[in-house]
C-alpha cells in the first residue's frame, strides 16, 4: 500500500515557476513508477510526466517537454514535478500516482494523491 500527498499548491503569473511535491508513505515507494496526472475543469484527467522507480526511464506529454522535469528520492520517498515557464493552459489540479509500469494511461496507475490546485494567471 502507498499513500500519497501533493504540496506545492499555487498562483503564478505565466512565463513563472512552480514545484510540486509528492511525499509517499510505504516501505516499497522505491519499487513504483512515479507520475503527474492533471485535470483541468470539464475535462479529463491527463498525463503529465513520470519516472520509472530506478530513474533511468522518464515520459513527458508533448505539451510540457523542455519546461517541466520529474524527478524522485527514493531515500526520502519523494517526487518532484518542477515545472518553468508556465502558461495560462497548465491551469489544473495535479494528482501524483504510483503504479507498476512506466505507462501514461491513468487505469494503470493503483495509488492516488488528494490533488493541488495549480493556477496560472495570463
Known amino acids: 500500500q502507498v499513500q500519497l500527498v501533493e504540496s506545492g499548491v499555487g498562483l503564478v503569473q505565466a512565463g513563472g515557476s512552480l514545484r510540486l511535491s509528492c511525499a509517499a508513505s510505504?516501505?516499497?515507494?522505491?519499487?513504483?513508477?512515479m507520475a503527474w496526472f492533471r485535470q483541468a475543469p470539464g475535462k479529463e484527467r491527463e498525463f503529465v510526466a513520470a519516472m520509472r522507480w530506478s530513474g533511468d526511464g522518464t515520459l513527458y506529454t508533448d505539451s510540457v517537454k523542455g519546461r517541466f522535469t520529474i524527478s524522485r528520492d527514493n531515500a526520502k520517498n519523494t517526487v518532484a514535478l518542477q515545472m518553468n515557464s508556465l502558461k495560462p493552459e497548465d491551469t489544473a489540479v495535479y494528482y501524483c500516482?504510483?503504479?507498476?509500469?512506466?505507462?501514461?494511461?491513468?487505469?494503470?496507475?493503483?495509488?492516488w494523491g488528494q490533488g493541488t490546485q495549480v493556477t496560472v494567471s495570463s
Open positions: 500516482a504510483a503504479g507498476q509500469w512506466l505507462v501514461i494511461t491513468t487505469t494503470h496507475y493503483h495509488y
Open positions: 510505504g516501505r516499497t515507494f522505491s519499487l513504483y513508477t
